[in-house]
C-alpha cells in the first residue's frame, strides 16, 4: 500500500478539488477554473471515461509529457499498462467513478537503457455534464527526478502500489445520494429482482408497474 500523498502537487490538487466538490460526489468539470491551479497545471491531465475499460487523455500537462518524452493526448491510460495492472487500475479506477473516491498511485517508468524512476499519480472523479462520473482530473509527479528524466522515452511503466482515500471518510455513492434526495423512490431498500428473458427489473413493492427500471 502506498502512504498517502508524498509529493506536494498531488496534495495541492487535491486540496482544490476537496474545496470545489463540497459535499457532492464530485465537482463539475466547468467548476475547475485553470488558474487556480496554475503553477501545477503542466503536471495534471484529464481523462474521459468512455467505459470502465477505456479512460482517454483529453488534456496532458507539458511537464507530464516532457517527463515521459511522449504524447498522451486521446491514448487510453490503461493501455500504457501490462495486462495485470491494467485489470487492477480499471478496477481501482471505477470505483473511484462509483463512489467517490480519491486514487494514489506509484507508477515505476522504465526506459530502453534500463534507467528507472517512479512516480505519484492521483487521480480525482469529475463530472462533466450528466449526474455521472464520466471525467478525471488527476497529476503525475516525478518522485526525486534524475537529471536524465525528459532526455529518453519512457517506454515502460509499472504499478507499484495503489491506495484509495475517502474524502467523506467513507464512501460516497451517487445512487444512495439520489434515493436520499428524491420523493419518487420511497421503498428502494425493498426492490425486488425480477428476470425475464436475458432482461433483469428491479421491482418496488407498491409502486406503479411502468416505473420499473431495465438494467440490462
Known amino acids: 500500500m502506498c502512504t498517502k500523498m508524498k509529493e506536494a502537487i498531488s496534495r495541492q490538487l487535491y486540496s482544490y478539488w476537496n474545496s470545489m466538490r463540497g459535499e457532492r460526489l464530485a ?4 467548476e475547475i477554473e485553470p488558474s487556480q491551479i496554475a503553477k ?21 500537462g507539458t511537464r507530464i509529457c516532457e517527463a515521459f518524452a511522449a504524447e498522451f493526448r486521446g491514448v487510453n ?38 534507467r528507472k524512476v517512479r512516480f505519484e499519480i492521483v487521480v480525482t472523479p469529475l463530472m462533466h455534464t450528466r449526474e455521472v462520473v464520466d471525467r478525471y482530473l488527476g497529476s503525475i509527479t516525478p518522485i526525486d527526478p534524475p537529471a536524465w528524466l525528459g532526455s529518453e522515452l519512457i ?13 467523506d471518510g467513507r464512501p460516497h455513492t ?6 436520499r434526495q428524491s420523493p419518487f423512490m420511497p421503498n428502494v431498500h425493498n426492490a425486488r429482482l425480477v428476470r425475464v428473458d436475458r432482461r433483469q427489473f428491479r421491482v418496488y413493492d407498491g409502486g406503479l408497474s411502468d416505473g420499473c427500471d431495465d438494467e440490462r
Request: glycine letters at 4%; charged letters at 30%.
Open 174 to 179: 451517487l445512487t444512495d445520494a439520489m434515493a
Open 27 to 30: 465537482p463539475k468539470r466547468f
Open 155 to 167: 517506454s515502460e511503466r509499472r504499478l507499484i502500489c495503489h491506495e484509495l482515500i475517502w474524502p
Open 77 to 114: 491510460v490503461f493501455d500504457l499498462f501490462c495486462l495485470e495492472d491494467k485489470i487492477t487500475l480499471q478496477r481501482e479506477f471505477s470505483v473511484i467513478a462509483r463512489q467517490g473516491a480519491v486514487g494514489v498511485f506509484e507508477i515505476e517508468g522504465g526506459t530502453e537503457s534500463s
Open 40 to 60: 501545477i497545471l503542466p503536471d495534471t491531465f484529464i481523462l474521459e471515461r468512455i467505459n470502465p475499460e477505456t479512460a482517454r487523455f483529453r488534456l496532458a
